[in-house]
């Protein structure tokens, strides 16, 4: 299993950037951090969870939903444990809750086992 604790979010205007990190802790040793592909989603007030980024397990490769390519990276560190998601370029529409999550990658939700409690971030215009 592995717990997931995203943190980073705040407030920002229009144009700004913010970095988010998701710290994963590990409570058995037969699955390590490096073995899960990881992935961001975020959650707008009264929407569904939707796929923001998702990178493979060794960092090598990513993929983005649309709405974001260009202004967000994601990356991971697996000696630290830790996957990040860099925003720049930050519009209102970006407005959310971002939730990292842990497992086999892709775009869709129930590909990811592990979830975590998630982040606000909020971008007035």
């Known amino acids: 299993q592995v717990q997931l604790a995203e943190s980073g979010g705040g407030l920002v205007q229009a144009g700004g950037s913010l970095r988010l990190a998701c710290l994963a802790s590990?409570?058995?040793?037969?699955?390590?951090?490096?073995?899960?592909?990881m992935g961001w989603f975020r959650q707008a007030p009264g929407k569904e969870r939707v796929f923001v980024a998702t990178?493979?397990?060794?960092?090598?490769?990513?993929y983005y939903d649309d709405s974001v390519k260009g202004r967000f990276t994601i990356s991971r560190d697996n000696a630290k444990k830790i996957v990040y998601l860099q925003m720049s370029g930050l519009k209102p529409e970006d407005t959310a809750v971002y939730y990292c999550?842990?497992?086999?990658?892709?775009?869709?939700?129930?590909?990811?086992?592990?979830w975590g409690q998630g982040t606000q971030v909020t971008v007035s215009s």
């Open positions: 999550a842990a497992g086999r990658g892709g775009s869709i939700r129930s590909s990811y086992d592990y």
């Open positions: 590990e409570r058995t040793i037969d699955r390590p951090f490096s073995s899960y592909a």
């Open positions: 990178i493979s397990r060794d960092g090598a490769d990513s």
